[in-house]
């Protein structure tokens, strides 16, 4: 079955860069996406990236794939204090909200 | 649109009461999903519906769990009884189906605390 894994914690000092990183094991997810949730709050979609692309640039997120290793990896450049949360790695076989699959999320803090 | 909307944010209760939990989904969404969040577990998936109809269920955890869509607008998550086991976030989600890319909208979740 699909798996979706993920560090649990990530330190960075603010202005840093941030990059959390995913691996997955289902080679024909079609769609991957990251997922934000801040303290008391709901999942927030971030960004997605389609399979047949090795990168996304949005504003200050870059996400890069490795089909051949399954791996993703989210960048966020000068990480700030407002970028303090859980992170989470996705992915969908079909695109399909019905079929996807969660990893455990990365909690990242950004010191001062 | 408000987004997904759940209530209560938080609730409190003692082993062996039920416990309802309420969902508004994004107006023409067609699929709604509730989750749960717990540190051992992460996020699970309990049950989704389509057009206010169950689809899967295979998530659910037990037969204490039930969940209900009466309406396009509402739906609903109960326990009855509950555990200090259930203590959770409890999630529910909405998203409109048919495209090759299906956003999923989160809710605030509510805080279960079963003591």
């Known amino acids: 079955g699909e798996d979706v894994e993920q560090s649990l914690f990530l330190s960075v000092r603010e202005g840093d860069s941030s990059v959390i990183n995913c691996t997955y094991t289902d080679s024909s997810s079609t769609y991957l996406y990251w997922y934000k949730q801040e303290p008391g709050a709901g999942l927030q979609l971030l960004t997605y990236i389609f399979s047949n692309m090795d990168m996304k640039q949005d504003q200050r997120l870059t996400v890069l794939l490795n089909k051949k290793d399954k791996h993703l990896s989210l960048r966020i450049a000068d990480t700030q204090t407002g970028d303090s949360a859980i992170y989470f790695c996705?992915?969908?076989?079909?695109?399909?909200?019905?079929?996807?699959?969660f990893g455990s999320g990365t909690q990242l803090t950004v010191l001062p | 649109d408000a987004g997904v909307i759940q209530s209560p944010r938080h609730e409190v209760t003692e082993m062996g009461q039920e416990v309802t939990l309420r969902c508004k989904p994004i107006?023409?969404?067609?699929?709604l999903f509730w989750y749960r969040q717990t540190m051992m577990r992460g996020l699970e998936l309990l049950i989704y519906?389509?057009?206010?109809?169950?689809?899967?269920d295979s998530g659910m955890p037990e037969d204490r769990f039930s969940a209900k869509m009466p309406n396009a607008s509402f739906s609903t998550l109960k326990i009855q009884p509950s555990e200090p086991r259930d203590s959770a976030v409890y999630f529910c989600?909405?998203?409109?189906?048919?495209?090759?890319?299906?956003?999923?909208?989160f809710g605030s979740g509510t805080q279960l605390s079963v003591l």
């Open positions: 996705a992915e969908s076989i079909s695109g399909s909200a019905r079929q996807l699959t």
């Open positions: 989600a909405s998203t409109q189906g048919g495209s090759s890319n299906e956003k999923l909208f």
């Open positions: 519906f389509n057009n206010n109809v169950p689809i899967d």
């Open positions: 107006s023409g969404h067609d699929y």
